[in-house]
């Protein structure tokens, strides 16, 4: 296999025009409800008061290894307008917008076929939105090795994080043979194990957490696709024609709530003897809970992080106040709380009940209708 | 003594035009930061949430009893345009400003000189604008019985509440001989018992809370302060000429600043030998605290009590939500705490350490300036 890495890549003007992105964008972020809504999702938010949004800064750490017209968003339809706000510099035909919610392989597949019919030689590297990558350097280091490896051989290629912590949260990539530097094929895939299989885990070395950022090319997993979700496929090969024409908007319109809902890991991943994983070592964060959050995120003195808003805090640790808005808090004897404040609702709830968010915002919806979902 | 009661002055035809009402609004309210600021002090604030301030119920209140036009309102110059904008009714003279705060006895004093210069015959009722009374026919016949008797005798007249719990917040007036139906003479003023004697103090019968509801006739507590309080009076004695004319404003402005700051009850109630209480039985509480509020408020079926807001609640009980505008809440986990929400403010805190909310309010003004006063 060939992994010469192309030392000119790394500089603007070498930006290779093959390689494509595709920000998946469409999630509703109700973990955490109030602080992110169905209307303005977490990718949407300046999670982090930088004064870039996720989605944002997920457009931001790409744009040294793919040409701004390259980049792909996929988003659901009803956050066109923020996507159109949020990265005004990007075309409309760059923006394509799912009308119904099928989870991320029909999503994938999609933005390959669009892909695949601008640029049949087209690499992609596909990521989340919402995620936060720290040590850009590293990541992009990555990137780069990963582009030159699916281009050089048909290959799925995952990103593997390499694992600080024994976390039940996330899903595992147990590595096999290697197969170029830092480059594996992928022995296991398990999803959430208990604690005290993470730490098993965790020690042997072996194990990587599934990022959720893929790297292939169009046509591979167009291809592999047809091998292990023929019934995906099925509903994109009847718009051959139309990718990257003006009649794809009324093709997907109609063809694309057809699809079976299904996530791409369960679809190819775990099925497909070609997918290889990279072990990386930048510094990655799902931001999937509130109490990830707080892990990741500064402590002030008091042990408390703040999003947002000043806090005096008496006798109070361990809590998260995340808040829309400029607002002061102040709070005495609460410890590992979250405290979200959306303007119209405030949410108070220890972090240990977190997982009882969800509950909460189906009961709202009972109880209030939509108008704070 | 005469306490024959007119039946007649029951009937809004038959109000007496030398009744005159007094209701101090100067005060700031610190206790219930941020929910009350000092730009919007509690007495402005629709504190029950049913459409009218405490003011206005103030005001409300005792128009059974005395002519709109009789009654006077003595702020803060700070509150004008507030105590106009909530009594649009009233007219400007009616209102005296304040131009420094200077407790209860200057602010007294003042009106009574000003109420008779309008009318020399005048009887006064004086009454917080802050308070809450509730069986207010029961108010009503308490406040006619003691007009007639302080219009027949030249005693100054407290109204004494019958004590409900050991509150050990109040003052506690000791009624002695009994000189017309519930109308004592006073033996002893005590302040703020500890709980053993407050104990005491309610199961001997002979306490009663002083509700800071004072009533009078103009001339009688004009001379009450010459005899007790000669330095208040020796201020207000040198503007003679000037009350209920346009020079009164310019002389008040100039004169008013150089009072003492002192209370009726110290200047005034608890030297005098003229002094009598009006055993009552109306519902009454300052809200001089949260829990005070807390424990005179209606409670939801979970226990907690929510001012204007719409409160979600998981195991949390023994709460008080008070929020400016209208916000759901969503609350796990949460017990005896005060939760108020004023916008740009938000506090949480436990219940049985609301007395640090003084030092809380001082130590923002400290860290963040004015702006969240």
């Known amino acids: 296999m060939n992994n010469t890495i192309n030392m000119d890549s790394n500089t603007p003007t070498a930006i290779n025009p093959h390689r494509f992105c595709v920000i998946m964008c469409g999630g509703i972020g109700s973990r955490f409800w109030p602080y992110s809504r169905e209307g ?7 999670f982090l008061g930088t004064g870039r949004s996720l989605l944002q800064m997920s457009y931001d750490r790409v744009l040294p ?67 936060l990558i720290t040590r850009e350097a590293l990541f992009q280091d990555s990137i780069l090795r990963g582009f030159e490896f699916v281009e050089s051989n048909p290959a799925l290629l995952t990103l593997g994080i390499k694992p600080t912590r024994p976390e039940t949260g996330y ?14 094929a992928v022995k ?10 993470a730490k098993v885990f965790v020690e042997s070395g072996e194990f990587f957490w599934n990022s ?10 167009i291809n592999q696709l047809h091998r292990y979700a023929p019934n ?21 319109q109609k063809a694309f709530p057809g699809c079976v809902s299904i996530s791409i890991d369960y679809a190819v991943m775990e099925k497909s003897k070609d997918v290889y994983v990279e072990c990386v070592n930048f510094g990655w964060n799902d931001l999937g ?27 109070s640790g361990g ?54 979902l």
């Open 40 to 46: 303005r999702p977490k990718q949407f938010i300046d």
């Open 65 to 131: 290894m793919v040409k701004k017209e390259n980049v792909i968003i996929v988003t659901n339809a009803l956050y066109a307008d923020l996507v159109r706000e949020q990265l005004p510099e990007i075309r409309p035909d760059q923006i394509l917008l799912e009308p119904a919610r099928r989870n991320t392989a029909p999503c994938i597949a999609w933005a390959a076929y669009h892909i695949h019919a601008i640029d049949p030689e087209a690499s992609i590297i596909v990521t989340p939105s919402d995620h």
């Open 171 to 184: 899903g595992y990539i147990q590595i096999g043979k290697e197969v170029a530097p830092d480059i594996d």
């Open 188 to 197: 296991t895939f398990t999803e959430k194990p208990d604690l005290d299989l």
């Open 212 to 221: 959720g950022i893929f790297l292939w090319r169009a046509e591979t997993i």
């Open 232 to 252: 995906v496929t099925a509903v994109f090969d009847r718009g051959l024609s139309v990718y990257n024409t003006p009649e794809e908007t009324d093709f997907i």
């Open 289 to 315: 809970t509130w109490s990830a959050l707080f892990d990741n995120s500064p402590k002030n003195k008091d042990g408390n992080v703040t999003q947002r808003c000043t806090v005096l805090a008496y006798e």
């Open 319 to 372: 809590n998260i106040f995340a808040v829309k808005g400029e607002k002061l808090i102040v709070v005495d004897g609460l410890h590992d709380y979250i405290v979200a404040d959306a303007g119209d609702v405030l949410l108070i709830c220890p972090k240990s009940k977190e997982q009882g968010i969800k509950q909460m915002v189906n009961d709202v919806k009972l109880k209030c209708g939509d108008k704070y």
